[in-house]
């Protein structure tokens, strides 16, 4: 393969006032209303951004809709800042414990949402914005730096002699309001925003629907794309699909797609697993044209620490998916069926440019159970096994599985095999794919009361268990699903320590809240749950009020399961600035979790990331 090159909250304290740079600096939706004092009036401060105020909040008890809503969009802000040059972040709080390990911590994420014609696209449309937090063992400092990834549309849509954004591409769950939408074939761009990878010295930037982009990891430039996918079409070794109905619509719609909307025929998903135990990557792809048809391909490739394809296998299973994320054990790869169907009436929408192009499918909860797809990794090592692997294993209760924190598997003595898998899932009645964040095109506007329904948080995303156990034969006997230590609290992004990847874990940690705001009960996040599956306890650690978190990532330094830091970034809105915490996985319920805060500069404060990645340096491997 090679890269293709292309062209516990303190006080609130009001900040002076600042005036920004003509351009370049971080900036709300522009019809976003200012919130109103509830019991007496307060001064506004203003930091003076391009075109539009954003005005600075002070503390205030009273939590109404409009302080949810201007809190809520700030961590949408758009940011088109880059630095050229690492910026060694000020220390807060605590210190940066002497034996923390040297390495990056890479985020990544969409920067901007708004462009100067009058578009505003859906976060997960937003292009790619790598940030990287360096840390020097050595100095104890923290340097800084961020970019966006230089992709194919991101070059289109960014003209740097005018310094100035013009969305061309709908992308496929936004629509443009300054820009062509009937007609607008430009759909899948690849933004390069939702997960990050360092594997084989290459630092990778992936998407849901291309391959990955190579970045220079000591300048964040972007060096191309990597092409992780030739060589993976699907081969039909065991049967002749050459005259079924839906190869023959397959056939059909390929060229459309590849053809008129510029699709790659594979997906490569982003999110990819590593084996801990092998030391390998493992990733997976799909077709394009299975968005549409109610069969799946799907290549899983595994590379060993050089880059090197050492193991590959397909599948084609009947049924009509969109996987997001997966799972894996010592012998299994582990597919939800997460079900869908298209929409007739909402692809002509599409079509017509009334609706993004996501509203051609929808969600199919045409069965109460959940089909879970056990794929074996190892064939050849299986021969004894008798199982149908395209028959599923049904879960008893219907779920929409979001993130995997981890899986692994227990040889039982007498052959059976019990299978456990940790993720977050949401349910079918709430998951929709264009209304996912609050988006509104029209309005410019995130609404937040779409991700804090009312109805129970066993509707939204939530920490679940998943427990198959399997007879030698690899029979379904028993298929399980419960909340993990009855936490019931809207939850997403389960992480383990990595060095235990497929392995049986003792604790997970996930971002949740604990529900104090009353407008914004379940979403953003504004806390870190640590959960012993051992000792059934469930610890917590909050940022504080009108302060809000992403996604953790686990640092290892030790041996046990629980020795090292967790980073996280921290979105305090009341003080508009976004903050690095480091935390003690010990102590987490305690008030001594919090190690050190270092502060990211106002002027470079960046939207809510996605998914992280930690990279140790080679002399900490």
């Known amino acids: 393969m090679q890269a293709k090159p292309i062209h516990n909250t303190p006080p609130y304290i009001i900040p002076p006032l600042i005036r920004a740079s003509p351009v370049h600096q971080a900036s709300l939706p522009q019809t976003l209303t200012k919130p109103k004092p509830i019991t007496m009036p307060i001064p506004n401060t203003d930091v003076l951004v391009p075109d539009r105020p954003v005005p600075v909040r002070p503390f205030i008890e009273h939590d109404d809709s409009i302080d949810a809503s201007w809190d809520y969009n700030f961590l949408f802000m758009s ?53 990287a937090f360096t840390f020097d063992n050595v100095n104890k400092k923290v340097k800084y730096m961020a970019k966006y990834v230089q ?44 997960s990050v990878l360092m594997w084989g010295k290459k630092l990778l930037c992936m998407w849901e629907g291309g391959n990955p982009y190579e970045i220079e990891s000591g300048t964040l430039d972007t060096i191309g794309k990597f092409n992780m996918m030739d060589g993976c079409d699907m081969e039909d ?16 719609i390929k060229p459309i797609l590849y053809g008129i909307f510029k699709m790659p025929p594979k997906r490569l998903l982003s999110h990819y697993k590593v ?28 590379y060993d620490s050089n880059f090197k394809l050492v193991e590959k296998q397909e599948f084609r299973i009947p049924d009509h998916l969109m996987i997001h994320d997966w799972a894996f054990t010592d012998t299994h790869y582990i597919l939800f ?47 004894g096994q008798k199982r149908d692997w395209r028959i599923p294993v049904e879960a008893p209760s219907q779920l929409w599985l979001l993130h995997v924190g981890n899986a692994f598997e227990v040889k039982q003595s007498h052959g059976n095999l019990d299978i456990q898998i940790q993720a977050t899932a949401c349910s079918y009645q709430w998951f929709n794919f264009h209304k996912l964040f609050g988006y509104n095109w029209q309005t410019r506007q995130l609404d937040p009361s779409i991700m804090n329904v009312k109805g129970g948080n066993e509707l939204l995303p939530h920490l679940v268990q998943v427990s198959i156990k399997l ?31 497929g392995k049986k874990n003792k604790y997970i940690y996930a971002a949740t ?109």
């Open 337 to 383: 069926a997460n079900r869908i169907k298209l929409d007739v009436l909402g692809s002509m929408a599409a079509v017509c440019g009334a609706s993004p192009m996501i509203a051609s499918l929808t969600v199919n909860p045409s069965k109460s159970t959940s089909p879970i797809y056990l794929l074996p990794r190892f064939p050849n090592k299986l021969e």
């Open 151 to 194: 992709t194919e549309a991101q070059l289109e849509e960014y003209d740097r002699k005018t310094d100035s954004w013009k969305f061309t591409h709908r992308g496929p769950f936004s629509l443009l309001k300054g820009g062509k939408r009937i007609g607008n074939t430009k759909v899948m761009k690849n933004v390069a925003n939702t």
């Open 471 to 501: 007879d030698s034969d690899y029979n379904c006997q028993e298929c399980d699903v419960k909340p993990i230590q009855e936490w019931k609290k809207s939850s997403d992004f389960p992480a383990t320590n990595p060095t235990f990847s």
């Open 237 to 252: 070794h065991e049967e002749n699909h050459g005259g079924d109905v839906w190869e023959v619509a397959a056939n059909l």
């Open 513 to 621: 809240t604990l529900g104090s705001r009353k407008s914004l009960p379940s979403f953003p996040f504004d806390s870190i749950v640590k959960l012993d599956l051992v000792n059934n306890s469930v610890h917590t650690w909050t940022a504080g009020s009108r302060r809000f978190v992403g996604e953790p990532i686990f640092v290892p330094k030790g041996q046990e399961e629980d020795d090292g830091y967790i980073l996280v970034v921290e979105y305090a809105v009341s003080m508009q600035r976004c903050c690095l915490v480091i935390l003690n996985p010990k102590m987490i319920g305690t008030k001594n979790a919090l190690v050190a805060r270092l502060e990211i500069p106002m002027n470079l404060n960046f939207p809510l990331g996605f998914h992280g990645f930690w990279a140790a340096s080679e002399s900490q491997i």
């Open 275 to 302: 084996d801990s135990i092998r030391n390998r990557l493992l990733t997976v792809s799909c077709n394009a044209e299975d968005m549409l048809l109610p069969r799946s391909n799907f290549t899983f490739n595994e």
């Open 79 to 131: 940011q088109r800042s880059e630095t050229n040059q690492p910026i060694t972040l000020r220390v807060v709080e605590g210190a940066i414990p002497i034996d923390f390990p040297s390495g990056a911590y890479y985020l990544t994420g969409p920067g901007i949402f708004m462009d100067d014609h009058g578009s505003t696209v859906h976060p997960l449309d937003g292009h790619g914005y790598l940030r």
